[in-house]
Nanobody, 124 residues
Framework: HVQLQACGGGLVQAGDSLRLSCAVS????????VGWFRQAPGQEREFVAT????????YYADSVKGRFTIIRDNARNTMYLQMNSLKSEDTAVYYC?????????????????WGQGTQVTVSS
């Protein structure tokens, strides 16, 4: 039974940094393509970042490109989202996700497993 456990959210000020973690249990992280998504109040879930199973390729939403970095540590069975230069518009619940396959994936409907979400609030 695969489970994803996200943590690391919090209340920060604009310009601050935050690192989200997502621990995977039940299967080795190396089996999965991984991604991060977010959902702001009253809005639909949106793609943030994804990384291939091999970790050779990453892809980011334009809104976070250059500020966020998706990281995977297969030895620790944990993925991360390093968020720098945070803005108020980054405020959302952030979700980690994993899917079988090899290619990066921007479509949340194609992910097999989801974490429970962690709240990130950025005050301006």
């Amino acid at each position: 039974h695969v489970q994803l456990q996200a943590c690391g959210g919090g209340l920060v000020q604009a310009g601050d940094s935050l690192r989200l973690s997502c621990a995977v249990s039940g299967r080795f992280l190396s089996n999965f393509v991984v991604g991060w998504f977010r959902q702001a109040p009253g809005q639909e879930r949106e793609f943030v970042a994804t990384m291939t199973k091999s970790a050779h390729l990453t892809y980011y939403a334009d809104s976070v490109k250059g500020r966020f970095t998706i990281i995977r540590d297969n030895a620790r069975n944990t993925m991360y989202l390093q968020m720098n230069s945070l803005k108020s518009e980054d405020t959302a619940v952030y979700y980690c996700a994993a899917r079988y396959g090899s290619r990066q994936c921007l479509d949340g409907t194609r992910y097999d497993y989801w974490g429970q979400g962690t709240q990130v609030t950025v005050s301006s």
